[in-house]
C-alpha cells in the first residue's frame, strides 16, 4: 500500500549521485583503543535526484513523478547506474552470475540476491525489485527458461521453479534490478530562472526497507 511499483525516470537518474552507506558507532576508550559496532546488518542507499535535471522539461517530470508519490509517502524504484546487474556494470547479466543456494528436492522457492567480494570478505545483498524481462535462472549449470521451468515476481524478487531441485543442485541466476527508495523531503525548490543560471534543486532520495 505504501509502495508503488514505478520506475523513477532512468534517465533521470542517469546524473545522479549517491551509493551505499553503513552507521558503525564508534566509541574510544580511556586507553585509546576503539569499540566499534554497527546496529546495521544491511547498507542503505542514499542518492540526489537533483544533479540528473537537464532541462526545465526534466523539471516538470520531477514535479510529476513527485507529486504522484505525495512526497515521502510512498516509495518507488530507482535505477542506480552503478550497480544495476547481477553481472557488474559492464557486463549482461548470465544465468550463472550468483548463486542462490542449493536444491534439497522440495524447496521450490529461492530469493534473488546479490554477492559483493574483496579478498576473501563477502556481502550477500537481498535483491527485491529485479527488472522484468531480465532475470535467467540456472540449475547446476543448465540454463533455465522462464515461464516453463520458473517464474519470477518482480515484487518480491522471488524466482519459484515448478519442480523442486534435486539435493545438492546449484541454483544460480542473473539479472538486473532496482533499489526500493522514496524522496527524503516533503518539498522541492525550484526556480526556472535560478535552473538556467546554473542553480539545481536538492532531491534527496533514501533506500526503504521492504
Do not use: C
Not at 511499483?5 to 534517465?11: D, H
Not at 529485479?130 to 518480491?156: I, K, N, S, W
Request: hydrophobic content about 40%; proline content about 6%.
Amino acid at each position: 500500500m505504501t509502495f508503488h511499483e514505478v520506475r523513477f525516470p532512468a534517465n533521470l537518474s542517469f546524473g545522479s549521485v549517491g551509493g551505499p552507506e553503513r552507521l558503525t558507532e564508534i566509541v574510544t576508550l580511556a586507553n585509546g583503543f576503539e569499540e566499534r559496532n554497527s546496529p546495521w546488518a544491511d547498507s542503505r542507499r542514499r542518492y540526489d535526484a537533483g544533479l540528473g535535471m537537464r532541462s526545465l522539461a526534466d523539471i516538470d517530470a520531477l514535479i510529476a513523478f513527485f507529486e504522484a508519490r505525495r512526497g515521502r509517502l510512498f516509495g518507488f524504484r530507482w535505477k542506480d547506474w552503478s550497480d544495476y546487474r547481477s553481472s557488474g556494470s559492464l557486463e549482461e547479466p548470465g544465468f550463472e552470475d550468483q548463486v542462490l543456494g542449493s536444491g534439497d528436492g522440495v524447496r521450490t522457492a529461492f530469493q534473488l540476491r546479490k554477492t559483493y567480494r574483496s579478498g576473501d570478505v563477502t556481502y550477500t545483498r537481498t535483491i527485491r525489485k529485479p527488472v522484468l524481462g531480465t532475470v535467467r535462472a540456472g540449475l547446476q549449470g543448465d540454463v533455465q527458461t522462464e515461464g516453463v521451468d520458473f517464474d519470477v515476481d518482480p515484487v518480491t524478487g522471488i524466482i519459484t521453479f515448478a519442480a523442486a531441485p534435486p539435493p545438492d543442485a546449484t541454483v544460480t541466476a542473473g539479472f538486473e534490478f532496482d533499489v526500493p527508495v522514496r524522496f527524503d523531503t516533503d518539498s522541492i525548490q525550484t526556480s526556472a530562472a535560478s535552473f538556467k543560471a546554473g542553480d539545481i534543486p536538492n532531491v534527496p532520495v533514501v533506500e526503504v526497507r521492504i
